[in-house]
């Protein structure tokens, strides 16, 4: 035997640029088509290159990494793609705080990036990687778009935007602070200008009923969805107005139609706006209205603000005279612009009512009243209940005809009635609009539109495609270089060839978003996506941020139709699985300034105080050793200065610590706080592993397994290594559980740590265990794992290319159980029977049980009961 050599120690730097060289060399994770395994499509929401990764990068793309290794391991295909989604404002205020070009600034970030995700060590297929910005990328969104506007499924209108009178510029929702211009100051005034629009609305039905056909899609997202589709059954109805022509609103609740007492308009309705013609104040109060916000937002918590504009209204059933209304929370853009107002079953329509003294009727009530207060209505304070159309235990009163009726037979009645009369019709309306794509910014695609003063909006020939953004402008923050530019716009009519101008505005940035997921499948497709998005779509697992629930994954799933009904991908819907991710939070220190203000101190340079129980009892700054306040724990952030720097960790514990942590500290739906205990208690664990696999490889080979001579010792060992491949492998494939499986296999490793049996049987069961280890952490650790499995002396066979370990069934046995033995129900003792020892010999071993025995002494036994694999209850008395 040949004296052990000093054990390598482990040195994650070396390891992991090993292991990167390696994939890298190998091109490891580059996949095709050409494959005989079932498909599996893994994709993390591209990362926005903001100049460095956040911990929250961190998570999404760990989380992603491991379900892609484990998905090759059990025999997949796997695809996990990595891209850039490059457009957007931050390069603009980016460049101009550091005058440079938001192209050249938004490359360096990517370059750094793409550096920080490779010593990630993420098994990405780079070949396929793109930024959105580039020509190559966006040339198809543009003829996308063309072929939509031929369709009639983009088209322009005019719109309201946050228009800054002093730097002349539309800004968008986030560069007004407090109603005034992020740079200038200036108060934001609301400006119509025309703008592009998705028709999206068209698929509003077909979005809403494929939520259902998602079980692998989070309830919490699904409902976000049909909430902002927001589907509504109700009735148009037509009220006719004095000197006018009718009127038509849109109500859920006709069952309290003869609750009507006014009638509200919107301020930009053209009934407002004729009635405004000869009424100065009205005039001068629909002008006001244009000044406050636009947000549904905005509408439902500003002061509910109108004025009588003169007009009556007939109502159609009772033919009374309603008085009409411009009201501030009536919505041009929704149903009809026009309202039945029932302030005595509306909220909104009950506040306004209350503010300008208008009558308040009761239509509504309980069937069967029990509180004295339910008796009757009161009409100064506001009662929630009367207004819920879901409950079954209300019914119509005041209302003649109608009395007695609830809500589904009043709405049935009168259906009917106004169809027949041709006064009204059943109608759907969706809360969702339209997408509008136009943005007045630089860093954007272009829309690929001319336009010619005979020919009107002219879609860019596809042969004049891509329209290419320049990219070397200098930006000082009030216009678009290529609205500047009096050149950049100048064209010729494609229809005509006139002297004509190309469109400034550039798309939102959720177009590149929309189907990056397709182009991955088709690198260099001459069109958006070829035949093989058929092989690799729907996306069979895509993980990202809660914080997209509703836009981007709603244009994703309306890209994806667009794509259906363009013949180029069979599937309907984009993806089958969905996980979002929980945040990455930490805890905030700071200290207080004279002035009242708080400076934040990041969590590394804080040093923490724990007392014996290990609770936070202080802290101090590194730098000074002076205290610090500790304030909550939060959302990692530059405000609050609490984030965490991954590079840093990276740098100093290693990415498979890193990568460790990040899985082991919560499961991936819920919130992660980061601390570095935990971290540094991860870098233990897998140096421990290390040294075990180094120690044990030191001795030698090991000997074949021979299951049929193992000891009861070692039979346990391999007993916990399958018990724990079979754990692990539900967790990961199951669950989504990786916090349990890694506690699993620290378990494993703990029971190594104190088996201490260097027969040859002895090292064999080790190597399974530890092989076993190695493998079940690959996924998470796929720099450690391949060093320790060529450690373990599998020099030819790469990690990368090992199926997930088997559980063998046999080893699952358990040749002996351990029974407890009670008398008269009270707990005297265990003993150890083997799992196949027949009943007579199971009594016989509980009786004899020292402890047993002596509590039996000079009672007679009346009964044994015995419940296999548990205990053996002896009566005796
Ligand atoms: C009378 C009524 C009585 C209403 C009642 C509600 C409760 P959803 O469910 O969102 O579709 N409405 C219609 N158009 C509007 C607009 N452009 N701006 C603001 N409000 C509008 O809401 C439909 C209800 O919202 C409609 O039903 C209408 O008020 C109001 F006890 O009609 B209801
Ligand atoms: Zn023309």
Redesign the pocket.
């Known amino acids: 035997m040949s004296i052990a050599a000093e054990p390598a120690s482990y040195d994650p730097k070396a390891v992991e640029s090993q292991a990167q060289s390696f994939w890298e060399a190998r091109r490891a994770f580059e996949v095709d088509e050409q494959s005989d395994k079932p498909k599996f499509y893994c994709l993390s929401m591209l990362p926005y290159p903001s100049g460095a990764l956040h911990m929250g990068h961190v998570r999404n793309y760990t989380i992603g990494d491991v379900i892609s290794r484990y998905k090759r391991m059990t025999g997949h295909n796997v695809l996990q793609p990595m891209g850039w989604d490059a457009f957007g404002l931050p390069a603009e205020n980016a460049a101009i705080k550091n005058r440079t070009a938001p192209a050249k600034w938004t490359y360096a970030n990517i370059e750094h990036m793409r550096s920080q995700l490779k010593s990630l060590g993420y098994a990405i297929d780079w070949s396929r990687e793109f930024a959105t910005c580039r020509p190559e990328y966006y040339v198809h969104e543009q003829r996308m778009f063309t072929r939509l506007l031929r369709k009639g499924l983009a088209y322009r209108k005019n719109s309201v935007v946050n228009w800054d009178p002093v730097d002349q510029t539309v800004l968008a929702n986030e560069q007004v602070i407090d109603g005034r211009g992020w740079r200038s100051g200036a108060l934001v005034e609301k400006r119509e200008i025309p703008q592009w629009f998705l028709r999206i609305t068209d698929y509003a039905q077909e979005l809403l009923d494929g939520l259902d056909d998602l079980p692998g899609w989070p309830d919490a997202v699904k409902t976000m969805q049909r909430n902002w589709i927001?589907r509504?059954e109700?009735l148009e109805i037509q009220f006719a107005v004095e000197g006018h022509e009718p009127l038509t609103?849109?109500?859920?609740?006709p069952d309290?139609l003869m609750g009507v007492t006014f009638v509200s308009i919107?301020g930009e309705h053209p009934l407002a706006l004729k009635a405004a013609a000869s009424n100065p104040a009205l005039a001068t109060f629909l002008e006001e209205l244009k000044h406050g916000g636009v947000s549904e937002a905005e509408l439902e918590t500003q002061e509910k603000r109108g004025m009588d504009t003169g007009l009556r209204a007939i109502h159609p059933i009772t033919g009374d005279k309603v008085p009409v209304w411009v009201a501030n929370?009536?919505?041009?853009?929704?149903?009809?612009?026009?309202?039945?107002?029932?302030p005595g079953?509306?909220q909104?329509?009950f506040e306004f009512a209350s503010k300008y003294a208008l009558p308040i009727q009761q239509v509504i009530a309980l069937k069967a009243p029990k509180h004295d207060d339910e008796k009757t209505y009161d009409a100064t304070t506001w009662r929630d209940w009367y207004?819920d159309k879901t409950r079954d235990d209300l019914e119509l009163v005041n209302s003649g005809e109608f009395d007695g009726l609830d809500y589904r037979g009043a709405f049935e009645a009168l259906a009917e009635r106004f169809e027949r009369k041709g006064q009204g019709q059943r109608r759907v309306?969706y809360?969702l609009r339209d997408w509008g794509v136009s943005r007045q910014r630089y860093w954007g695609c272009p829309i690929p539109v001319i336009y010619c003063n005979a020919c009107g909006a002219v879609p860019v020939p596809d042969s004049d495609l891509p329209v290419v953004l320049p990219e070397n402008v200098t930006l000082d923050g009030v216009k678009s270089p290529i609205k500047a530019d009096p050149e950049w716009r100048k064209t010729k009519c494609p229809q005509c060839g006139a002297a004509a101008e190309r469109e400034t505005d550039t798309f939102d940035t959720f177009m590149e978003s929309s189907w990056y997921y397709a182009r991955y499948t088709s690198p260099g497709a001459k069109d958006m996506v070829d035949k093989r998005g058929n092989y690799w779509l729907p996306v069979d697992q895509y993980i990202g941020g809660i914080e997209h629930a509703i836009l981007h994954l709603m244009y994703f799933r309306f890209y994806h139709k667009l794509l259906r009904d363009a013949r180029m991908v069979d599937s309907d819907e984009p993806a089958t699985n969905l996980l979002t991710q929980g945040m990455v939070i930490a805890e905030t220190f700071y200290r207080d300034n004279a002035d009242g203000s708080k400076d934040w101190i990041n969590p590394v340079d804080v040093e923490i105080q724990r007392d014996d129980k290990a609770r936070v009892v202080g802290a101090t700054l590194k730098a000074d050793g002076q205290p610090v306040k500790i304030g909550p724990v939060e959302k990692m952030s530059k405000s609050k200065n609490n984030g965490v720097d991954p590079q840093s960790m990276v740098d100093k514990f290693g990415a498979d610590t890193v990568r460790l942590f990040s899985m082991f500290a919560a499961p991936p739906e819920q919130s992660l706080e980061w601390n570095e205990a935990g971290v540094e208690g991860m870098a233990r664990f897998l140096r421990r592993l290390w040294t075990q696999v180094q120690k044990h490889v030191a001795d030698g080979a090991a000997q074949a397994l021979d299951v049929a001579a193992l000891t009861a010792d070692q039979k346990a060992v391999r007993r916990k290594t399958h018990e724990t491949i079979d754990k692990v492998g539900n967790d990961y494939g199951k669950r989504h559980s990786f916090n349990t499986a890694i506690a699993a296999v620290m378990e494993l490793s703990n029971l190594l740590g104190k088996f201490d049996d260097a027969s040859p049987q002895g090292r064999a069961v080790r190597q399974e265990a530890l092989e076993a280890a190695v493998l079940l952490l690959n996924p998470i650790t796929p720099h450690a794992s391949h060093a320790l499995w060529q450690a373990l002396g599998h020099e030819e066979t790469l990690i990368e290319d090992v199926a997930f370990p088997q559980v063998d069934t046999e080893a699952l046995v358990r040749d002996s159980v351990t029974l407890a033995v009670q008398v008269n129900g009270k707990l005297r003792g265990t003993i150890e029977v083997s799992a196949d020892a027949a009943r007579d010999q199971v009594e016989a071993l509980a009786k004899a049980e020292p402890n047993t025995a002596k509590f039996l002494e000079g009672l007679a036994i009346r009964k044994v009961i015995v419940v296999p694999g548990k205990i053996v209850n002896i009566v005796a008395g």
Do not use: E, K, P, Q
């Open positions: 927001g509504s109700g609103v849109f109500t859920t609740r309290t919107a929370f009536v919505l041009m853009g929704y149903g009809t612009g026009a309202v039945m107002a029932v079953h509306d909104r329509d207004g309306n809360r």
